[in-house]
């Protein structure tokens, strides 16, 4: 489902799918005018793609600075994806058990061209980032912070499990203890009898959804 899901190039506001969005932004015309208008030190400039690891649709193109720090890449992951409850994460290779990189490195000393990692956030219920380097470039940042959203998949649509209009609500325990999607539109919602979970989660674009109490706000940090 991954594979094919859409999403948008916040340079110039096109859409493209998730494996179109890498070729895109090498040659978007509006990111090369960007790039050409800034202004400053030169820098290694990282293209790093995130998914979710689990094949959900959630997917996430960024530059990041190569002088920054994986601590800001962690910052940015929970303010966009994941934070609920302020779990524990790490960076390491090769996942779960996998060698941890420290926060403090830096993305250059830790990023080449063919880098891949995984970012786990709460040890609990897990959430699993793959992390890897599409593109680097030597020049100017084209923003003041240390990562830049370039891209970034649609909110998935669903529909109602009891109706066939777009859901926005998901019960939890529809889908631990009844086996049906638990996705709800606003009426069903407001009716829905379940509980034990908690009242029915707001469906954001984030792969967090409908695990530990996430309700978003799934919104960049700047």
Not at 97 to 110: F, L, P
Not at 177 to 192: F, I, K, P, V
């Amino acid at each position: 489902m991954a594979t094919h899901s859409q999403g948008t190039c916040y340079y110039c506001d096109a859409d493209y799918t998730r494996g179109g969005m890498v070729r895109h932004l090498r040659a978007c015309s509006e990111r090369k005018a960007a790039i050409d208008a800034a202004e400053g030190a030169l820098e290694t400039m990282y293209h790093l793609r995130a998914d979710d690891e689990w094949g959900q649709p959630f997917w996430l193109d960024l530059e990041m600075r190569g002088s920054a720090a994986l601590e800001e890449l962690d910052r940015y992951l929970r303010t966009i994806w994941l934070e609920c409850c302020g779990h524990l994460s790490q960076f390491s290779v090769e996942g779960w058990g996998g060698d941890e990189i420290a926060k403090s490195r830096r993305v250059d000393q830790v990023f080449d061209e063919d880098t891949e990692m995984t970012h786990i956030y709460d040890f609990g219920t897990e959430s699993r980032t793959l992390i890897r380097t599409m593109d680097v470039r030597e020049g100017p940042p084209t923003t003041a912070h240390p990562i830049e959203l370039m891209a970034r998949n649609h909110k998935p649509e669903v529909v109602c499990m009891n109706c066939d209009r777009t859901a926005s609500w998901l019960c939890v325990e529809c889908m631990h203890e009844e086996d049906a999607s638990g996705t709800l539109c606003d009426e069903h919602a407001e009716e829905h009898p379940h509980d034990a979970y908690g009242a029915p989660m707001p469906i954001v674009n984030s792969p967090r959804t409908g695990m530990c109490g996430y309700t978003g706000p799934a919104e960049p940090p700047y």
